[in-house]
Nanobody, 121 residues
Framework: QVQLVESGGGLVQAGGSLRLSCAAS????????MAWYRQAPGRNRELVAR???????NYADSVKGRFTISRDNAKNTVYLQMNSLKPEDTSEYFC???????????????WGQGTRVTVSS
């Protein structure tokens, strides 16, 4: 079994910062792309940032220059540093990863359970 566990969400004032973490665990052979998505109530889930196994990144236009995605391959962990937070960043944030698992041996897309970020004005 493979699990993604997020942490780091919470309540912050506008202009503040938060750092989200997502650790993958279980029967992992390798991890390809990792990403952060978010979903606000009544809205579709949207891609926030994505990072490949080689470190290439892409961001949603709404977070460019404010958010930074990074990963520690030795720890099977992806991070999202969020600076200059705005009330419109309030959402549930989900970790996502393409993982080649070993038991059974297959490539599959996994989701974390989500972590809540609330930005007050």
């Amino acid at each position: 079994q493979v699990q993604l566990v997020e942490s780091g969400g919470g309540l912050v004032q506008a202009g503040g910062s938060l750092r989200l973490s997502c650790a993958a665990s279980g029967s992992i052979f390798s991890i390809n792309a990792m990403a952060w998505y978010r979903q606000a109530p009544g809205r579709n889930r949207e891609l926030v940032a994505r990072i490949t196994s080689g470190g290439s990144t892409n961001y949603a236009d709404s977070v460019k220059g404010r958010f930074t995605i990074s990963r520690d391959n030795a720890k099977n962990t992806v991070y999202l540093q969020m600076n200059s937070l705005k009330p419109e960043d309030t959402s549930e944030y989900f970790c996502n990863a393409d993982i080649l698992a070993t038991a059974p041996f297959r490539l599959y897309n996994y989701w974390g359970q989500g972590t809540r970020v609330t930005v007050s004005s």
